[in-house]
């Protein structure tokens, strides 16, 4: 337990200080145009947005850890742990993109990464179908969420809108993933309670 604990502490350090390794795959975005394209209020709303989606990336780390770190079945463990190497691109990625638009993270990250943790661990002990469920669901409502962020960014930011159509189809992916894993569909008022705890994250890291 001793050895679980500072393994996964020094994790959620690496996540935090964004230094955590993914699976090296090249950055979508084409850095070319350097934004000569965008006006003050386009950058301004492509900063906000990838703040957001940085702190949803944080997050996805602590769910994925905390299911992992509480799972029995090595083959689904394995599967959990895979899936979070692939979201530490999407975290290198926004946090790249995040500087390159002179943005900063959220400062409540910690918060985000704490309470996921606790949410990841709670439904990974429900059983493995029950968490692979969550892994559905969760990644299900991600892929919406980043198609409102296509919809409300400007067409001129073409740098962002790669990264976030590349984060789209791995988040089916791994919904389907995990469908396939034998992921047992989750009730309706769960899925509105993470909806609406989705909601407080993403509309709090858009300003802090």
């Not at 996964?8 to 200080?17: C, P, R, V, Y």
């Not at 940085?54 to 689904?76: F, H, N, S, T, W």
């Not at 990841?120 to 892994?135: D, H, N, Q, Y």
Request: some cysteine; proline content about 2%; hydrophobic content about 35%.
């Amino acid at each position: 337990m001793i050895n679980k604990f500072v393994n996964e502490l020094d994790i959620a350090l690496k996540t935090l200080s964004y230094k955590k390794s993914g699976t090296d795959r090249d950055y979508p975005a084409d850095r070319e145009s350097n934004d000569v394209n965008l006006s003050e209020s386009e950058r301004k709303l492509s900063e906000a947005l990838m703040r957001v989606n940085l702190a949803g990336e944080v997050a996805a780390q602590a769910l994925y850890r905390g299911q992992a770190m509480v799972c029995k079945d090595p083959e689904i463990k394995e599967h959990l742990i895979h899936a979070g190497d692939e979201e530490t691109d999407h975290l290198i990625w926004c946090k790249k993109r995040l500087d390159e638009l002179d943005g900063k993270p959220s400062v409540l990250n910690p918060i985000w990464y704490a309470g996921s943790f606790a949410i990841g661990a709670i439904f990974g002990s429900l059983g493995e179908k029950t968490s692979l469920g969550f892994v559905e669901e969760t990644e299900k409502q991600v892929v919406k969420h980043l198609q409102r962020h296509l919809d409300k960014i400007s067409e001129n930011d073409k740098e962002t809108i790669e990264i976030l159509k590349t984060m789209q189809e791995d988040e089916d992916l791994h919904a389907g993933q995990a469908n396939e894993s034998g992921a047992e569909e989750l009730q309706s008022p769960t899925k509105k309670v993470m909806e609406l705890t989705a909601k407080v994250m993403t509309s709090t890291s858009h300003y802090i």
